[in-house]
């Protein structure tokens, strides 16, 4: 039985499933007293996408001095602390493995809970941190790694409805983006491109691509295709370095499909939200969350949705839309508040699926 030493609970955050290094303090109050990020992205860069070798090394170095400075930046120390929440999966094992194993260490080291987070639910939990969105919400999860819609009926229960088939739209933008010979990160790129279009009418017009499964019953997701689509116009396009026009063009041609097939596969399933939960919730939300939200158009184009069908649109602000430690310290918080937390045997996991009872889909492998 543990103690909580001060009315208000202080919470240490701790993300590495990927290529941040990050930790937060975040109280049960709502506010966010420290937050940083210590990105990789010059590291990657000049590989075009994440080495997890590389990642882990990272981590490894950074971890402790990024810890240090979240608790300097809140002006409290480790015996401050009421709780240690850490990334134990999903993502890159060895980055988790640090970030779960210095969590360990303090819970240890203080005889606080340590709890074990779904970087997934850290995501997911986000909005309830920000604005503090009531359950149930339906759920848009669209990042580099995962494209999924669920509902959110409470801390660790969740339905999934969607996942992709095969590419995460986060996937098919970065690797569209690195076929473009834009940098690393694809996404963030192909929206600055994108905005350097002059007509995106004939951009459209120039650059058709596919809507995979539009229309179809369910709401999975395909992006694939889109993907090959992409590929198959750069091909066409005059040998050596593209020209920025088309560049830009096609950016804006492909930001412009990928909301619009976000959008078509979200709308099925907010007309069954409705239908299912709108007499369980006084403000039916869709929520946005994971890196790709960060996107204004797709941000855009879903609130047209939503309004459309008397919902309300929910993103994160910004710095919270990417990897970071607040999500997870967060969601250390909620499952504090009930009683839970998790043995210091605990093992990290390279797939941990938000609705572990949700059928198989056939090609969704470890994006389910």
């Not at 074990?116 to 580099?144: C, K, M, Q, W």
């Not at 970071?324 to 043995?343: C, H, K, T, V």
Request: glycine fraction near 10%; charged fraction near 20%; include cysteine.
């Amino acid at each position: 039985m543990y103690r909580f030493i001060s009315m208000v609970m202080n919470v240490l955050g701790i993300e590495t499933s990927c290529d941040e290094t990050a930790a937060a303090i975040v109280t049960d109050t709502r506010e966010i007293r420290s937050n940083v990020v210590l990105s990789q992205l010059e590291t990657h860069a000049v590989y075009g996408g994440i080495v997890p070798e590389i990642a882990a090394r990272a981590h490894l170095e950074h971890i402790d001095k990024v810890i240090q400075a979240a608790l300097s930046d809140a002006g409290i120390t480790f015996d401050d602390l009421d709780g240690v929440a850490a990334t134990c999966g999903p993502g890159l094992i060895g980055g988790v493995m640090i970030g779960m194993m210095s969590a360990k260490a303090i819970a240890a080291a203080k005889g606080i809970p340590f709890i074990a987070i779904n970087h997934l639910e850290g995501h997911a939990l986000t909005p309830r941190l920000s604005d503090d969105i009531a359950f149930p919400y339906l759920l848009l999860l669209v990042s580099g790694g995962h494209t999924q819609i669920l509902v959110a009926e409470d801390v660790g229960v969740y339905k999934r409805w969607g996942t992709t088939l095969d590419d995460a739209a986060g996937e098919c933008l970065d690797k569209s983006a690195k076929m473009m010979g834009l940098p690393y990160p694809g996404g963030p790129n192909i929206e600055k491109i994108a905005k350097n279009c002059n007509n995106p009418v004939t951009a459209r017009e120039r650059f058709p691509l596919p809507s995979p499964l539009k229309g179809r019953k369910g709401h999975d997701f395909s992006f694939s295709g889109l993907k090959t689509a992409v590929r198959t116009h750069i091909e066409k396009l005059p040998k050596g370095d593209l020209d920025p026009k088309d560049v830009a063009d096609l950016s804006y041609a492909l930001q412009n499909q990928t909301a619009k097939i976000l959008a078509d596969r979200c709308e099925s399933a907010m007309v069954r939200f409705l239908e299912e939960y709108g007499e369980k919730t006084d403000n039916p939300t869709l929520v946005i969350c994971g890196g790709v939200s960060a996107n204004q158009t797709i941000r855009e184009t879903l609130d047209d949705l939503a309004q459309k069908h008397g919902m309300t649109i929910n993103a994160p602000p910004l710095p919270l839309c990417g990897d970071n430690g607040a999500m997870i310290a967060w969601a250390g918080i909620e499952r504090l508040q009930r009683g839970q937390n998790d043995p210091l045997n605990f093992q990290a996991r390279p797939r941990w699926p938000l609705d572990p009872n949700a059928a198989p889909r056939h090609g969704a492998g470890v994006k389910a």
